[in-house]
């Protein structure tokens, strides 16, 4: 918790530090590649940087800390801690780095506010920052202890068993050890990063989803191709380049967005390739011969461009309390509903645990229909694909 000294200063200066945070933010980041190109190069997204998503994450995740701090002196946002710490570990940050991003941090915020930052404020906006990167750094130790690494060593040498071209725009890749050692489990709903070497030299790293069974002794990711540069370099570079054989740096499994161990009744709510999470727990419950009742939404333009949609209808037919509805923008003649997926045409048991992947507007329309019809916010769970906006950050 903060300090009694800190608490005033912080409350007291949280709008001139948030209303300014973009611009700190803009301000840090420069300075940080200046000092570091190495990061811009081999560890940060460079699309997300281009297209300023970064900055807006950062500044977001800063700005609820501190309101979090002020409002709940007792306790931590450890949803949005384990989610950072989900996504810091699938890169292999270091504890180390956290001194780094303290330098150029508190340098932008000099630069920005000026004479604004007495001592005082330093001294109180150095505590909200330790508060955060010490919670950040204990989860993520414990996150390699778990996953038997040691600290940011999360790469691995993988190879390319299959590639299957999904649609027009999505390829999926299973991918194995290249002496056949079997993978090792994940939890069903978690990610792996992959890093792949480009045309420049940079060595650009992406997340992916595991859409396979967890207990399948190969990896499954599904890409799907990103237009731009360099919002897509990494997604364009696997679709034509990645071929079955290659060899592929893949991380270790992280992510927070897992299936409970329990039976209460599930939504998995998905637009797109957000899918992905969504086909790895399907898996799981078919396997495990599940019969909770699981409601599956998906929403996707068109049935030519739904990725694994024949896997979907298979996995929801083996489970004998599920149900499929699908949205299509263009549905033909598929039998799915036209436009955008509508919860609020679904009957939901009261107790559902929802879980949501896709595009921000789709998670934003969902979550928010779950909340007005009274489903819990502590039960709905979302993956956003790219920089969290915190969505659910005012809860």
């Not at 990061?39 to 900055?55: I, M, P, S, V, W």
């Not at 792996?192 to 992916?208: E, K």
């Not at 024949?310 to 598929?334: C, I, K, N």
């Amino acid at each position: 918790m903060l300090s009694d000294r800190s608490v005033p200063i912080v409350r007291a200066t949280l709008p001139a530090i948030g209303g300014a945070l973009d611009e700190i933010t803009e301000r840090f980041y420069g300075r940080l590649f200046a000092a570091h190109p190495e990061l811009l190069r081999d560890l940060f997204n460079r699309g997300n940087q281009a297209n300023g998503e970064q900055r807006k994450a950062l500044a977001g995740s800063i700005a609820a800390f501190a309101v979090a701090l002020l409002e709940n002196p007792d306790g931590r946002p450890d949803a949005m801690l384990s989610r950072i710490a989900h996504k810091h570990a699938s890169l292999g940050v270091t504890s180390e780095q956290y001194k780094t991003v303290h330098e150029h941090l508190f340098a932008a915020i000099v630069e920005v506010l000026g004479e604004a930052v007495t001592p005082e404020v330093a001294r109180a906006w150095d505590e909200v920052y330790w508060l955060m990167a010490n919670a950040l750094i204990a989860v993520e130790a414990r996150l390699y202890r778990e996953a038997g690494v040691a600290e940011g060593q999360v790469w691995q040498a993988m190879e390319i068993a299959e590639r299957r071209d999904e649609t027009a725009d999505t390829a999926s890749f299973v991918l194995r050890h290249a002496d056949g050692t079997p993978t090792v489990p994940f939890r069903p709903g978690q990610y792996v990063s992959v890093r792949v070497t480009l045309p420049d030299g940079a060595r650009q790293i992406r997340q992916y989803s595991l859409s396979s069974a967890p207990e399948h002794p190969q990896w499954r990711i599904t890409v799907k191709r990103v237009d731009g540069d360099p919002a897509g370099e990494v997604s364009s570079w696997l679709h034509s380049h990645a071929r079955v054989g290659d060899a592929v740096e893949v991380s270790a499994p992280f992510g927070d967005l897992v299936l409970p161990e329990d039976e209460k009744p599930l939504l998995l709510a998905s637009a797109g390739i957000g899918s992905t999470p969504m086909l790895s727990m399907l898996n799981h419950l078919a396997a495990a011969g599940s019969t909770r009742r699981v409601v599956v939404v998906h929403a996707d333009r068109s049935p030519a461009s739904h990725a694994h949609a024949e896997e979907l209808r298979r996995l929801v037919d083996a489970l004998p309390q599920a149900t499929l509805h699908l949205w299509y923008e263009e549905p033909g003649d598929s039998g799915a509903r036209p436009g955008r997926a509508d919860i609020t045409l679904i009957d939901l048991p009261a107790d559902t645990t929802a879980y949501l992947c896709g595009p921000l507007p789709f998670l934003r329309a969902v979550r928010s229909d779950l909340l007005d019809r009274g489903t819990a916010a502590a039960d709905i769970h979302y993956e956003v694909f790219g920089p969290d906006l915190w969505l659910g950050a005012e809860d």
